[in-house]
C-alpha cells in the first residue's frame, strides 16, 4: 500500500481536538469482549474516573452511548420528554439551536428561546418564558461552541426547577475543562462527548443520568433502542455498554481517564484551561484592532472566541490565516460558519476561534498564537 499524505497537523480547532501519543497508542491494548470480565476491568474505573470529574457520586449514572455527543442529547429527548408534554430550548448559539432541531426531528412539542451571539442565558427572560409557556422539560447549552460563552449551570437550572421542569444540559465542548459540581447543580441530564476537553477521539456520546430522570425514564414510550436510557441502565449498572463499543477507544478511555484523575490531578486540569484562556486574554489584549468576542465573566476555559476589526473578511480569514497557518503544521478555526456570514451580512466584525481544550498545553497554545499573530498582521 502506498503510504498516505495526510498532514500531521496540530488542531487548534474546537474539537476533535489534539490527542496526546501515549493516548493514540493505548488503542493498542488488548481488544476484549465486552460481555466479558475484561471490560470490567476497562469500565468500573472509566466509571468511577467519570463521576470524579463530574463531580458527583452514585446519584447520577454515566451511560455511554455509541455515538457522539449528540447521540446522548438525542437520548436525553427521546427518554425525558414524553409525548404530549413540549420542551423549551433555550440557547445562546448553534448548538442551542442543536438541542432544539432535534428535539423536532424527534416529533416533540418544542420552542426554541434564543439570545443574541455572544449573550448568555438572561434569567429574567428564561423565566418570564417559562411562566408563559410551562414547558415540562427545558434544554440548554452550558458552553456554546460557537461563540466561547459559558452558562452558569446551576443557576440557570434553579430557574427551571423553580417552575417545575427538568433541566437537559448539554456539556459536550466543556465536560473535563472545569469543575462541574454536578451533585448540587440541579441538573437532570448532563450530556457530553469523548472528542472535546477530554482529550480523546470521537466515538461515544456521555450522559449523566439523576435518579429522577430515570424514574421519569422508565414511564416515558417510545424511546426507541439506541436512545433508550432505561436500557441503557441497565447495562451500566453492570458497567456495560447497551451495544457493542468500539473498543480501542475504551481502552484508550481507560488509559486518559486514569491519566487525568491519577497523573494530572482534576484541579491542575482546570486550572490549566482556566489559563489557557488568561493567555489569549492577554494576547488579544496585545492586538491592536482585535477584542474578545464573549463578555468578561462569561467566557470559557476550553474555547476562545476573538473579534476581528471590521473590513476583515471571511475570505482572508478561510483563505489566508488559515492556509497559512497549515503551511506551519496547524488548523486554524476562522470562526462558525453560520455565524460569520450572519455577522458579515450585518456589517459587523467576524469571530474566529481558538480551541485550547483537552491535552493542549500553555506552552502549544503560545507557539500557536505567535504564528497566528503572524498570519494575521499580513492581513
Ligand atoms: C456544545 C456542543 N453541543 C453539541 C455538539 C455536537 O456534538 P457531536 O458532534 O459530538 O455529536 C457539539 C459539537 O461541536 C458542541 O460543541
Not at 456520546?205 to 439523576?210: K, P, R, T, Y
Not at 481517564?257 to 494576547?283: K, P, S, T, Y
Request: glycine letters at 10%; hydrophobic letters at 35%; a negative charge.
Amino acid at each position: 500500500m502506498s503510504k498516505p499524505n495526510f498532514a500531521p497537523l496540530k488542531l487548534f480547532i474546537t474539537g476533535p481536538t489534539y490527542i496526546r501519543q501515549d493516548v493514540k497508542e493505548a488503542a493498542l491494548l488488548p481488544e476484549f469482549g465486552h460481555r466479558d470480565t475484561e471490560n470490567d476491568l476497562r469500565c468500573v474505573p472509566i466509571r468511577e474516573n467519570l463521576r470524579k470529574l463530574a463531580g458527583c457520586g452514585d446519584d447520577f449514572e454515566p451511560i455511554l452511548c455509541l455515538g457522539s455527543g449528540s447521540t446522548a442529547m438525542e437520548t436525553s429527548v427521546r427518554s425525558l420528554v414524553a409525548d404530549g408534554e413540549t420542551i423549551l430550548n433555550v440557547s445562546v448559539g448553534a448548538f442551542g439551536d442543536m438541542y432544539y432541531n432535534i428535539a423536532v426531528s424527534n416529533g416533540k412539542k418544542a420552542e426554541n428561546l434564543k439570545f443574541d451571539y455572544g449573550q448568555a442565558i438572561d434569567l429574567n427572560v428564561l423565566e418570564d418564558k417559562l411562566r408563559e409557556l410551562k414547558p415540562e422539560v427545558v434544554s440548554f447549552t452550558h458552553n456554546e461552541t460557537s461563540t466561547g460563552v459559558v452558562n452558569d449551570v446551576k443557576a440557570v437550572c434553579e430557574v427551571i426547577c423553580k417552575h417545575g421542569a427538568m433541566p437537559l444540559v448539554d456539556g459536550v465542548s466543556i465536560f473535563g475543562g472545569a469543575p462541574l459540581d454536578l451533585s448540587e447543580s440541579g441538573a437532570a441530564m448532563y450530556s457530553t462527548a469523548t472528542q472535546k476537553s477530554l482529550g480523546l477521539p470521537a466515538g461515544f456520546g456521555i450522559g449523566f443520568v439523576s435518579k429522577e430522570a430515570e424514574e421519569k425514564a422508565a414511564k416515558v414510550t417510545n424511546k426507541g433502542h439506541h436512545h433508550d436510557i432505561t436500557k441503557h441502565l441497565d447495562k451500566a449498572r453492570k458497567n456495560q455498554t447497551l451495544t457493542t463499543p468500539n473498543t480501542c477507544l475504551v481502552n484508550q478511555m481507560w488509559y486518559q481517564l486514569d491519566r487525568i484523575v491519577n497523573e494530572e490531578g482534576i484541579e491542575n486540569r482546570f486550572a490549566r484551561h482556566a489559563a489557557m484562556r488568561g493567555q489569549v486574554e492577554q494576547w488579544v489584549a496585545g492586538i491592536d484592532g482585535y477584542e474578545m468576542f464573549a463578555a468578561e465573566g462569561y467566557r470559557s476555559p476550553t474555547l476562545s472566541t476573538v473579534r476581528c476589526p471590521k473590513g476583515v473578511t471571511l475570505a482572508q480569514l478561510k483563505n489566508g490565516v488559515k492556509e497559512g497557518l497549515r503551511d506551519e503544521g496547524y488548523l486554524m478555526d476562522p470562526g462558525y460558519g453560520k455565524m460569520n456570514a450572519a455577522l458579515e451580512e450585518a456589517g459587523r466584525g467576524l469571530v474566529f476561534r481558538v480551541g485550547h481544550m483537552g491535552d493542549i498545553t500553555p506552552e502549544m497554545l503560545a507557539e500557536y498564537l505567535d504564528k497566528l499573530e503572524v498570519e494575521l498582521k499580513k492581513l
